[in-house]
Structure formats: C-alpha cells, structure tokens
C-alpha cells in the first residue's frame, strides 16, 4: 500500500507496531504471571504448612518421627486437601510418607542436594501425566515443593508436600484464555478503523459501526472475565467511591451494580464506620498493601489485598481491593494451633509426672499468668504466647532434676546451683524452635528478680520481659500454695502477702497489683 501522506504512514506503522507487540507482552509476560502467582502462592502454603509440622517432628535438634505422626500426617492431609505429604533425612532418604511403600527409598537428584540442602526451598509444577521431580507420573495437576528442615541454620532434613492444584489451573486456563480475547478483538477493530481513514472511502460509515461493534464487544468479555474471578473485587477513586465491581462484590453486598456504582464502599461492602486504614495508609504513602478485617454479623473473616492504579505520569487513577474469604483458613489455622496447644500441654504434663509435688504446676502457673496478662491489656498474641511460655517455662528440669525435686530435706549450696540451671537450659532446648523465639526470653527470665538480684543473667526491672515478670508472680504463688517433700503449703493468705512483700525487690508491682486484682 502506498502512502501519500507521512502522518496517516507514521499512524498505520505505529498501529500495526502495538498491535503485534501488545498481545506478544501478555503472551510473554502477563500470562506467566499468573501461573508463576500459583506456584507462589502454593510454595508460600508449604512454608507455612511445614513450619507448623516442623516441631511434630525435630526434637533435641534432630529430625525424629513421632508414633502417632503418620495419623497427624493422615489429618493434616485431608485437611489441607494434599496429594501427598513425605519427610526426608539429610542424606535423601525417605523416613514418612502419607504413600507407606515409599519409606526407604533415597532421593539422589541434584535439586535436592544441591538447592533444597542449602536452605532454600524448591518448586515445580507438574501436568497431569507429566513427570514429576522424582520420575513418576502425576495423576493430577500438582504443585510439588520441598522445604528445607533447617536447625540453627543446619540441615537436618526435609519436607516434600504436594498440593492438587487441578480445579485452580484449569480456572486460570480459563481466566487466561478469556483475557487473550479482547487484545485480539481489540487488534482487528484498531487495524479496521485505521483501514478505513486510509481509503478514505465511502464504506467508513460502515467500517466505524464495525469498529464500534468490535470494541463493545470486547468491552462485553472485559467484563466477562472481571465477573469470572470468584473473589469480590472493586475500583474506587480519590474519593472512595466505587466505579466498577464484578458479580461476587455485587452478591457480597446484596446489592444491584446501579445502586453500587457511586457509592463510597465502607457504606456498601465491608459496610463499616470508615475506609479501611490500610486503604487510607496506602493513598498515602502511594502504595499497596493488604490487611484483615472481620465482619461481626456474619462471623466471617477477610484478606484485603488493595493496588493503586496509576497514570504513566505517576499520577493516582484508582484503586483496586480483592477480598478474600478467609474463615476456614483461619479455622484451621485455630485448630492447628489448639493441636499445637494440647501437645505443649500433654508434653509439661509429662515432664511434671515423675513428681507428685509437681504435677498441673505449670498448668496452674499459665492459668494465673494468663488471668495476669488480661488484666494488664496484653493483646490477644501476647496473650497466647504467654500460654505458651508457662506450659514451657520449667522444660529445663528435664531429666536432670528428678531426685533434688523430691528431696524430702534442705537443698545444699551445690543442689541450688544445679536448680538455677533449669531457666538457661530450658532456653537452649527450645532454641532451635524458630516458632518459639519470642518465647524463650520469658522462660529464661522467669527466675530473674526486679532489683536484679536473680539469674541466670541479673536482670532488673523492665530489663526483664514483661511476660517473664508475669511467670514470676504466678510461679511463685502456686510454689508458695502447694504441698512439696521439704515443708507444708504456707497456705493461700500467706503467700499473699509474700507477694505483697517483696513487691518492688523481687517482684514487679504492676505484676503483683494485677495478680491482687484477679484473685
């Protein structure tokens, strides 16, 4: 074709350039996006998921497999809807597996010994019938990751965790392939219309309908697929105010997209006082960000994540927020760690076995320690890992302490010394535990006095964590009202006002203030 005019040759070279190169970019790289937010997405739930299993399975920093592990396997399988879950020694060797006739056989590829060995964890999707990491063929669309066991930063072994992503990838598959209609609609119509003003003809009329036609009806899929993603999604502007949402929003809210569009979103769905302050933050500071809220007359719990849309100058278009319903996630993520709870608390029932004079002490000692901390407004987490800390704090004595326990008689100076280990032990035991981290400070602290006159360190006042301070108080009480082999209980009034007593020398007055208060 031969062009008399340079801008109408400029417009059509230009034209055609965008149209070969934009459908190209969401070939090459919008697309894959996609698949590779899978595989992350499903690598970030392995983490997770083996980061909860890893203290089921490492004790005194080696990799050991409970009795009862293959039934927790078997639960946490079909709870979190695995293909299949295996545990490996360092070396390769298989040790667990949710498919028993696979215990004993050893894992010599490269990606093991050579990337999953050195700490990091590794990731491959594998079609159904293709062949997996280890050469079998895969029944299903599976995402299929390892995770390192890492104890103080050495390997010890390994988690491999298979997810079956089949219904996930064959909603991509269709998200996608609705996506790549509307750059080719779009394609044809744009190179339509500028056909038209290059012949200059009497069929622009025409032409320019079925540019219009064409434009709609990519327009029309646009919203197709917008409506196609099952989790809530909306646009609002500077003002908060929606301007475009797809059908889950529109069902979430109980509402008809015309009486949506227009309408500030906390006054639609999540119906609240205000923006969401993440939202607010993140107009701000011009950024994303996400955050979790709850809606107490449904009892049903949100992940926001919001994006700020901008123009090619840096200026602010819109924002777009995708909520996701994550109520059973965090049902199960409560059961977990009730499990988690009850294994702590059957493991300080068995420490506190060997011994008459000792048993449901550190139960009655994180009662007291939690009724404690409510009273002083820590927050719910501080809360729990202070339960935490009391099952725990006298792990230490393990072993070590059974017959000095139950001496009938006064310890001598030496016997003393070997009790005032058990707070520094107990923090060494725990140590390789990454999860317990903010935990053992209290468990190492909780024999420390608030004029600095305790140990194992010395520390004074708020030195001393607040949670260990907590544990002091609640020890000493219940050590003071129980029966032990040396001497009678002292008895509930007196060991009041031991505690009165030594308020602001070997307790903190805080603590002892709130523990008054909630006898």
């Known amino acids: 074709m031969i062009f008399y005019d340079k801008t109408l040759k400029y417009i059509f070279i230009i034209s055609c350039a965008v149209a070969i190169i934009y459908p190209l970019v969401n070939i090459q790289f919008i697309f894959p996006s996609f698949s ?37 396997a078997e639960k946490i399988k079909e709870k979190f809807k695995l293909e299949r879950l295996k545990v490996f020694t360092s070396s390769g060797k298989i040790i667990h597996s949710t498919l028993p006739k696979e215990i004993g056989e050893i894992n010599r590829k490269g990606y093991f010994h050579e990337i999953v060995a050195k700490g990091n964890a590794y990731t491959k999707i594998v079609k159904k019938d293709s062949q997996t990491l280890e050469n079998r063929a895969a029944t299903a669309d599976v995402v299929e990751t390892y995770v390192p066991i890492m104890v103080d930063g050495k390997f010890i072994g390994a988690f491999e965790i298979y997810y079956d992503i089949t219904q996930r990838s064959q909603m991509l598959d269709r998200v996608v392939f609705r996506s790549s209609i509307i750059p080719t609609a779009l394609m044809f119509g744009f190179l339509a219309a500028i056909t038209v003003v290059l012949l200059k003809a009497n069929k622009s009329i025409i032409i320019r309908r079925k540019v219009e036609a064409a434009i709609e009806k990519a327009k029309k899929e646009w919203e197709e697929t917008f409506d196609a993603i099952s989790d809530p999604l909306f646009l609002h502007d500077r003002e908060l105010k929606i301007i475009r949402c797809n059908r889950a929003y529109a069902e979430a809210a109980g509402m008809p ?3 949506i569009i227009g309408k500030p979103y906390y006054e639609v769905f999540p119906r609240m006082e205000g923006p969401m302050q993440g939202c607010m933050k993140g107009m701000e500071m011009q950024e994303g960000g996400e955050e979790e809220f709850s809606l107490p007359d ?30 059973e996630k965090k049902r199960v993520d409560e059961e977990l760690h009730e499990l988690f709870i009850g294994a702590l608390t059957s493991l300080s029932a068995a420490i506190e076995a060997k011994s008459p004079w000792t048993k449901g002490h550190s139960e009655r000692v994180t009662e007291y320690a939690v009724k404690i901390g409510r009273e002083m407004g820590l927050s719910a987490d501080n809360l729990d890992r202070l339960r935490i800390a009391g099952l725990l704090h006298d792990i230490g004595k393990i072993g070590t302490y059974d017959g000095l326990l139950d001496k009938p008689g006064k310890l001598t100076d030496e016997e ?22 903010d935990i053992i400070p209290c468990i190492k602290g909780h ?20 949670m260990a ?21 002292p008895g509930r009034e007196s060991a009041i006002e031991e505690l009165k007593k030594c308020s602001g020398a070997q307790f903190d007055p805080k603590v002892v203030k709130a523990f008054l208060k909630i006898l």
Do not use: C, W
């Open 36 to 72: 590779r937010l899978l595989i992350k997405n499903t690598e970030d739930d392995a983490i997770r998921l083996a980061n909860l299993l890893s203290p089921m399975v490492v004790s005194n920093n080696e990799l050991k497999i409970p009795l009862d592990f293959a039934v927790e």
């Open 257 to 259: 997209f015309q009486e």
């Open 298 to 327: 449904t009892g049903r719990f949100y992940n926001t994540r919001f994006y700020l849309i901008k123009e090619g100058d840096g200026g602010y278009l819109y924002s777009l927020h995708i909520l996701e319903d994550i109520t």
């Open 416 to 437: 003393y010394e070997i009790i005032k280990r058990h707070p520094g032990k107990g923090g060494e035991m725990l140590s390789p535990m990454k999860q317990l981290a």
């Open 447 to 466: 024999h420390e006095r608030y004029d600095g006159k305790g140990y194992p360190d010395g520390f004074k006042k708020e030195e001393i964590p607040l």
């Open 469 to 489: 301070r907590i544990l002091a108080v609640a020890d000493t009480f219940d050590s003071m009202t129980a029966e032990r082999p040396y001497r009678r209980t």
